[in-house]
């Protein structure tokens, strides 16, 4: 079984929400660093949204503060994101990463992320 399995991406129309859901499994998660990245058609894969081990540090991209939230419980092995008020532009696949080690600092870099699921899809109509 992959480390990491997302689900919840969907089909919504602008304005709406999504819950996406990372599933860990095969070690304990709660050390690492979690993050969500997407990749547009297109695009290169980007960070979205990143949560530390305690959850006291989250960082985000730029174009989805305020609209997404990054949240972790590391009793069940399990990462978040929500996202709210969905636009066009966030079209892509969504990925799950871990660091796969201990630390404080979210990086928003994929070649710091060790372990990745398979990607969900989400699409948003205008």
């Known amino acids: 079984q992959a480390p990491l399995v997302e689900s919840g991406g969907a089909l919504v129309q602008a304005g709406g929400s999504l819950r996406l859901s990372c599933a860990a499994s095969?070690?304990?998660?709660?050390?690492?660093?979690m993050a969500w990245f997407r990749r547009a058609p297109g695009k290169e894969r980007e960070f979205v949204a990143g949560?530390?081990?305690?959850?006291?540090?989250?960082v985000y991209a730029d174009s989805v503060k305020g609209r997404f939230t990054i949240s972790r419980d590391n009793a069940k092995n399990m990462a978040y994101l929500e996202m709210n008020m969905l636009k066009p532009e966030d079209t892509a696949i969504y990925y799950c990463?871990?660091?796969?080690?201990?630390?404080?600092?979210?990086?928003?870099?994929?070649?710091?992320?060790?372990?990745w699921g398979q990607g969900t899809e989400v699409t948003v109509s205008s």
């Open positions: 990463a871990a660091t796969g080690a201990w630390s404080t600092i979210v990086q928003k870099t994929p070649r710091e992320y060790v372990y």
């Open positions: 095969g070690r304990s998660f709660s050390s690492d660093t």
């Open positions: 949560i530390a081990w305690n959850g006291g540090t989250t």
